[in-house]
């Protein structure tokens, strides 16, 4: 096999686990929408936040635990501090007074959304540059969208409505995200500070790691 061949091969093999993996994300990700209307939500948000860790270890992206940990720590503090703001028409469980699927559900949109922009980080430094300001507008393109879009799924296709929010409206385009206006202001805030929390952690992107170690193969079987 002459070098060029083999380079091509090495990052075909690259592209096609990139691939494959961003497929199995978004396809685990229709499946949970899919099975909230299946399975009692709190039960199901609970199971994908446990077994989202084999999940990573299995798809080598351990270095993602760690952005996993922090989207589990803000939500934590979040529910914590509005913990009197959620009260659902399903009898989720409740643990000192901490309602775990919004906990749970919190941890992993955070996790979701960071992670689908992972995907598509180095098409952004390949166009534009790195730049915390481009980094956060970019995932903030991702984040908001994708919260209006599971907040309105979820109360209106799914009937699950946040009774201690009901006297509140939603936003003014769709009927959802009841709540008062410092508590939307929240959300919409939540996900940028959890970027901004991972970027000043220095993150490593799996996907990016991955494609400078092929190159750095490819490199070395040149100076063979």
């Known amino acids: 096999m002459d070098l060029e061949h083999l380079e091509k091969e090495i990052i075909r093999d690259f592209y096609k686990w990139r691939v494959k993996l961003f497929i199995a994300d978004q396809v685990i990700s229709v499946l949970t929408i899919l099975l909230f209307a299946i399975l009692r939500p709190d039960y199901l948000i609970f199971i994908i936040y446990l077994l989202a860790i084999p999940y990573l270890i299995l798809s080598q992206r351990t270095s ?59 098409i952004l430094i390949r166009k534009i540059g790195r730049g915390f300001i481009k980094m956060l507008a970019f995932f903030s393109a991702i984040y908001l969208p994708l919260l209006i879009l599971v907040e309105d799924i979820g109360y209106n296709f799914l009937d699950i409505h946040n009774l201690a929010a009901a006297n509140y409206s939603g936003l003014p385009f769709c009927n959802c995200l009841h709540g008062p206006a410092w508590m939307k202001l929240a959300y919409f805030l939540i996900g940028p500070l959890f970027f901004t929390v991972c970027y000043f952690l220095r993150i490593e992107n799996p996907h990016i790691k991955m494609y400078n170690q092929t190159k750095k193969l490819i490199r070395e079987i040149k100076k063979i």
């Not at 749970?104 to 598509?120: D, E």
């Open 64 to 122: 993602l635990l760690y952005p996993f940990a922090v989207a589990t720590f803000i939500s934590f503090v979040w529910i914590f501090f509005a913990r009197n703001q959620y009260a659902y028409n399903y009898n989720f469980i409740v643990l000192w007074k901490i309602n775990l699927f919004p906990f749970f559900a919190w941890a992993m949109g955070l996790f979701s959304s960071y992670l689908l922009y992972l995907h598509y980080e180095h």
